[in-house]
């Protein structure tokens, strides 16, 4: 079987199955799979623990609020700016 599409998804025959975003973890256990045309060995996946899938839930809840945060100070500042704008011209409309 051609593999040539694993380098196209920068896959490898051994690949790590669990990432934070930032870094990857991975186990001594791999899922192995396997072509259905002709079974042969297409590449395999590292298990992801419990432990490491709740450190990767951990990571993405906190950097989910860390955005939320972020976004919500934008919005504020955007409508704060706006309103500024809308009374300085009006303020210029009058003089």
């Known amino acids: 079987m051609n593999t040539s599409f694993l380098k196209k998804l920068d896959l490898h025959k051994k690949n790590e199955g ?43 809840q906190k950097a989910f609020m860390n955005g939320a945060k972020s976004l919500h100070q934008n919005v504020v500042k955007s409508y704060a700016n706006t309103a500024k704008n809308s009374v300085n011209t009006k303020s210029r409309s009058v003089n």
């Open 18 to 60: 669990t990432w934070t975003g930032q870094k990857s973890l991975k186990s001594d256990t791999y899922i192995e799979s396997f072509s259905p045309v002709d079974g042969e060995l297409i590449g395999s996946v590292s298990v992801t623990s419990k432990k490491d899938y709740e450190k990767v839930i951990k990571t993405a």
